[in-house]
């Protein structure tokens, strides 16, 4: 957490509904309205909405933006189509990750970069830094909003809405489009961070509470920070700052995915293509644990002999799983599924194994 000094858009209806709020990132958020098993079940079983505007939205444009793009960014922006998205990581030279991102190409010449909240201006002057002569870049964080509308009954309540909202059940998975939403103009995505369905809506900074207000009314209920963190956790889903960092690389991260070490130059490849030629000395992992306590980040990982070999990056209870769950990096010896651990719990060895992730992945 981090001291606020700003509120987003939503700031009087998260405590109109009673939210807890936290400084985090620099904004004012919502941490949890009423309780975060509560919300994280809501997610699971109907929609929430999330207010997610303290994310950094970034744009490049003209005749070299896709190269400038593709060059930042791990994935292949090449492939993309306009109207699709992908997620991806940027590295610097050593091929750590300075941030990992959606990138939406809306045309050859217009993109769009979503990254993290705690990496805005990190990656502003990244991608400004890269657009120098080439292309023109922007920063439109100030100006733009974006609410998560995530779970089974998302698209129920898009169709309740009518006209635009009605059509975005037609979006393919990590495509969007632009879209009239409660009377405001938006561009809607289908993507999210909780591991079930739904989209993301960008829309103008002071249009947020009409969209809110109107995805509220036909029954979103409101999700805060705190079961964002173990939605994303059971769908094992990395969060900057906790998996990842400037201190890992996308291969040990389980990230070798969105690596295409077969495009053209990107920042990282070099330094990438070593790491993955050579054996691996860690891996972040998922485990289980079995014993009577819950892994927090930080908590350092044992092996059963009580030498301490890694450290819990994530941890919490799974509402849905209905276990103690967390992430960490191991030794790679001791990544095999069924591998037994230990987990020092505030000073207590606490009996876990590593399991297959994700933790839970919902029915197609």
């Known amino acids: 957490m981090t001291e606020a000094t700003r509120r987003t858009s939503l700031y009087d209806r998260h405590v109109a509904a009673k939210a807890r709020m936290v400084p985090f990132a620099g904004f004012e958020m919502p941490i949890q309205y009423t309780g975060i098993v509560d919300e994280h079940q809501a997610v699971r079983t109907g929609a929430g909405i999330f207010d997610v505007s303290h994310m950094g939205e970034l744009s490049m444009s003209g005749e070299h933006a896709a190269a400038v793009v593709d060059y930042l960014v791990t994935n292949d922006a090449s492939k993309l189509v306009d109207g699709q998205a992908m997620y991806t990581c940027a590295c610097n030279e050593k091929g750590t990750i300075l941030d990992d991102l959606i990138v939406y190409r809306a045309a050859k010449d217009q993109w769009l970069i979503v990254c993290n909240a705690s990496n805005h ?47 975005l059940r037609e979006l393919k998975s990590f495509h969007f489009r632009d879209a009239e939403i409660a009377g405001v103009h938006c561009t809607a995505a289908r993507t999210g961070y909780t591991g079930e369905d739904g989209v993301e809506i960008f829309c103008p900074w002071d249009d947020a509470p009409k969209v809110w207000d109107a995805l509220v009314g036909k029954g979103a209920k409101p999700i805060g920070l705190g079961a964002r963190d173990t939605l994303r956790l059971e769908a094992r889903l990395s969060l900057y700052g906790n998996d990842i960092d400037e201190t890992t690389n996308p291969i040990e991260a389980g990230l070798g995915w969105v690596t295409k070490l077969d495009k053209a130059m990107f920042v990282g490849k070099e330094a990438l293509a070593a790491i993955k030629a050579a054996p691996l000395p860690r891996k972040l992992v998922g485990f289980e644990v079995t014993g009577r306590g819950i892994a927090r980040g930080g908590y350092p990982l044992k092996d059963t002999s009580g030498k301490v070999v890694g450290a819990c990056t994530s941890g919490s209870p799974a509402p849905t799983v209905g276990k103690n769950i967390g992430l960490g990096y191991l030794p790679a010896e001791l990544t095999a599924i069924g591998t037994k651990l230990l987990v020092d719990c505030r000073g207590k060895d606490v009996e876990a194994v590593v399991v297959k992730t994700p933790f839970y992945k919902r029915a197609q």
Request: include cysteine.
């Open 121 to 167: 201006e990190k990656m502003a002057a990244h991608f400004a830094k890269a657009a120098v002569d080439h292309c023109e870049f922007k920063d439109q964080t100030d100006a733009t909003a974006l609410l998560a509308l995530q779970g089974p009954k998302a698209f129920d309540l898009l169709d309740a809405l009518g006209g635009d909202a009605a059509k």
